[in-house]
């Protein structure tokens, strides 16, 4: 059975790296739609876990469920974050300060960069993005957090809507 070398201390799953790039791929997909980090933070953890919507044309999750996949979107929040400031920093996410606080969208530079990434992994991810976007692009905040508290878990939902700073709503 094959191992995986863990070089240097960094995971090989869920790396900045990787939750950047997968945020960057879901605003790709959104564009021009801004995404703040409570919105990201559930996209990351949905683009690859698809199965958990539910319905007819839904994707095969990309990942394997896992019992308390629910209690992951509660960590994810930091790594989302930090990840996306990384990407930020390769100007490939630009971020806005706005009355909902702040914002995320891909910068004019994605589209080149994620055009690169071609392994079926990343096209698949490309697909999921692309229908989530679909899925979600005229629904407001609360209707999202509807969707979180009913499919993933009413905690975890707010969990992160107490984040919200006073005074913004969603």
């Given amino acids: 059975m094959a191992s995986i070398e863990v070089t240097r201390g960094i995971p090989p799953f869920n790396s900045k790296l990787e939750t950047g790039i997968r945020a ?3 605003l790709e997909a959104f564009y021009p739609r801004r995404c703040d980090l409570t919105e990201m933070t559930w996209f990351d953890h949905l683009v690859v876990h698809t199965g958990d919507l539910d319905g007819q044309d839904v994707p095969d999750s990309l990942h394997p469920d896992l019992p308390n996949s629910a209690g992951e979107l509660l960590v994810r929040r930091q790594l989302v974050e930090q990840s996306m400031r990384i990407m930020q920093q390769m100007h490939l996410i630009e971020v806005f300060e706005c009355e909902r606080g702040i914002e995320y969208c891909a910068s004019e530079e994605a589209p080149s960069y994620l055009d690169l990434l071609q ?3 990343s096209l698949a991810l490309k697909q ?3 229908w989530m976007a679909n899925h979600f692009v005229d629904r407001t905040a609360a209707e ?3 969707l979180i508290e009913n499919r993933i878990g009413r905690w975890t939902a707010e969990f992160h809507s107490v984040e919200t700073p006073i005074g913004l709503s969603k």
């Fill in 24 to 26: 960057l791929v879901v």
């Fill in 119 to 121: 392994t079926p992994y």
């Fill in 128 to 130: 999921r993005a692309k």
């Fill in 144 to 146: 999202m957090r509807g």
